[in-house]
């Protein structure tokens, strides 16, 4: 499913929306009672990404009758300037996938997000600001077996964001998700990213 | 009695004046429908999102019966016009007055499908062609289109992948 791209659609989720964190760990003793010299190494990436129409989808679509999006997309922006083509979900996931790259096991795996919009004035971005820090659900830990990989996905309502924003014709311009890793109770990666939003003309 | 119909089919009484927090128009009123289908058109957005003032319409149905005739397999792809009452369409800041309407370039494949200016399968010789039929019509103002090498269209942020043509009334 990570793989799955049309060539449409690639042209508008770039592969750079990933972030790569090889995550070290020195386990917790006084947690787990595993030896202190013990270590654990995790492979962490985190998009933007959503379901939208594949290709073949698109092509001749009725615009009144869509077929259901099934098709999972990477995000680099969430972009109204074409209805069909270009990707503007209602929900966008905040996608992260952990790999356990070493031969430890049974360390317990706790991934968390804190997102922001930047909101202003739907039409002057420069007034736009970062609100408060919201903090999503917190997902239950789960651990990994010696090389296995885990993928959960923490979904983002953007469209009624924007539909509460609207009706003082405010917009919100970016959203930030930090996306905090910790293993065992210690965080192995903490990585950053932004969906630029941008409104049709 | 127009008027009567008129105000009978409207949620809102047509008064121009600001009523309960809604500025009015009676030209909101005068909004048509874009066809689903037709020849040498294809509709990209959902029919809620195609009214346009008459004029805007028949711009339309003009260029693309134009389009059918020259070129039959290549149809255009018509997009978010307006809303039935011209109110704010989100996430749109335009598309008020029935008088904005965005179109898709040409493809060199013919599919229909997007395209953007910096693509392999943009064509820019019919998307020129059809910027010069849109200009030629008595009706339309301005186009914004980020192709530069396309004469006679305006570059504005956001237009790599649509026309964005505005008409005069």
């Known amino acids: 499913m990570w793989k799955r791209k049309s060539s449409v659609l690639q042209r508008y989720f770039a592969i750079d929306a990933i972030v790569l964190i090889a995550g070290s760990i020195a386990a917790n003793s006084s947690i787990q009672g595993a030896p202190r010299a013990a270590q654990a190494h995790f492979s962490i990436s985190v998009q933007f990404d959503c379901l939208w129409w594949s290709e073949p989808q698109m092509d001749g679509m009725d615009p009144n009758h869509p077929p259901p999006k099934n098709t999972r997309v990477k995000l680099k922006r969430w972009e109204y300037t074409d209805p069909i083509g270009v990707p503007h979900p209602d929900i966008v996931d905040v996608a992260v996938q952990i790999r356990n790259d070493s031969a430890r096991d049974g360390i317990a795996i706790l991934p968390e997000v804190n997102i922001q919009w930047f909101e202003g004035a739907l039409n002057n971005k420069a007034s736009a600001k970062w609100g408060r820090k919201i903090r999503l659900a917190k997902p239950t830990s789960f651990r990994l077996a010696p090389g296995e990989t885990k993928s959960i996905r923490f979904p983002i309502d953007i469209a009624s964001e924007m539909a509460a924003l609207s009706t003082a014709r405010q917009w919100p311009w970016a959203l930030r998700a930090v996306v905090t890793t910790s293993a065992s109770g210690v965080t192995v990666g903490s990585t950053q990213l932004e969906l630029p939003i941008i409104p049709g003309d | ?169």
């Open chain 2, 1 to 169: 009695m127009l008027y009567t119909l008129l105000k009978a089919s409207l949620p809102i009484p047509n008064t121009g004046k600001k009523t309960g927090g809604e500025k009015l128009s009676l030209k909101l009123a005068t909004f048509e429908l874009l066809p689903a289908s037709g020849f040498g058109y294809y509709t990209i957005s959902p029919s809620t999102r195609q009214y346009g003032t008459h004029a805007t319409i028949q711009m339309l149905l003009d260029i693309a019966r134009q389009q059918y005739w020259n070129m039959p397999k290549l149809p255009i792809g018509i997009g978010d016009i307006s809303l039935h009452d011209g109110a704010a369409m989100p996430p749109h800041k335009a598309h008020r007055h029935g008088r904005n309407v965005d179109l898709r370039p040409f493809r060199i494949d013919a599919r229909k499908l997007p395209t953007a200016i910096h693509e392999s399968s943009y064509d820019r010789a019919m998307t020129e062609l059809l910027v010069k039929n849109l200009l030629a019509h008595c009706n339309v103002r301005r186009i914004l289109f980020n192709d530069v090498k396309i004469h006679g269209v305006h570059t504005f942020p956001g237009h790599n992948n649509h026309l964005h043509v505005e008409t005069k009334e």
